[in-house]
């Protein structure tokens, strides 16, 4: 049984920095391809950042240089790390994984940035 567990939202102010944690259970860790998304009020949902089991990285421009995704394999767990938060990056963020073809989200968690 697949599950991604998200946590670590809050409110923060403009230019402070939070991570967002995805603990995931029921898949192969190492090799499964992992993703932030996040969903503003009245948005789409949009792709924040990647992360493949082999390391590799990619990120949305407007976060780029300013968010980092990473692992730790033992706890299997992704992490978004977030820095010089903008007003612009308040938004339900939730964690995803493609395995065996289906899809699995994380519950989401609120990331509010707010003077």
């Known amino acids: 049984q697949v599950q991604l567990v998200g946590s670590g939202g809050g409110l923060v102010q403009p230019g402070g920095s939070l991570r967002l944690s995805c603990k995931a259970t029921g898949i192969v860790f190492n090799i499964a391809t992992m993703a932030w998304y996040r969903q503003a009020p009245g948005e789409q949902r949009e792709l924040v950042a990647t992360?493949?089991?082999?390391?590799?990285?990619n990120y949305t421009d407007s976060v780029e240089g300013r968010f980092t995704v990473y692992r730790d394999y033992a706890r299997r767990t992704m992490y978004l790390q977030m820095n010089d938060l903008k007003q612009e990056d308040t938004a339900v963020y939730y964690c995803k994984t493609t395995w065996r073809r289906n899809d699995y989200w994380g519950q989401g968690t609120q990331v509010t940035v707010s003077s």
């Open positions: 992360s493949t089991g082999g390391g590799n990285t």
